[in-house]
């Protein structure tokens, strides 16, 4: 069965700092280029970074320099390390394959809440 299970999300005070993870099962996650994704409150889902198979990775605008991804391919994982949050970064985040006609069925995401 093809699931993926996003963890790490919570509430953290502006500058502060939150580890994503998500898990993948019933998939040959290796050969899977993949990608975080965010969906704020009223707002369309927005992509955030990608990490290829290869582990080159490339990031939003708004999240360069402050979010970093990485994966492990034994452990059919991807991680998103998030420094410096602002209230922007308010959001519940997915992650799922980097091509949209690729994707799997999306999790439940995990919610990041950036408040004072």
């Known amino acids: 069965q093809v699931q993926l299970v996003e963890s790490g999300g919570g509430l953290v005070q502006p500058g502060g700092s939150l580890r994503l993870s998500c898990a993948a099962t019933?998939?040959?996650?290796?050969?899977?280029?993949m990608s975080w994704y965010r969906q704020a409150p009223g707002k369309e889902r927005e992509w955030v970074s990608i990490?290829?198979?290869?582990?080159?990775?490339n990031y939003a605008t708004s999240v360069k320099g402050r979010f970093t991804i990485s994966r492990d391919n034994a452990k059919k994982q991807v991680s998103l390390q998030m420094n410096s949050l602002n209230p922007e970064d308010t959001a519940v985040y997915y992650c799922n394959r980097a091509i949209e006609n690729r994707w799997l069925k999306w999790g439940q995401g995990t919610q990041v809440t950036v408040s004072s």
């Open positions: 990490i290829q198979t290869g582990g080159a990775t």
């Open positions: 019933g998939v040959t996650f290796s050969r899977y280029i």
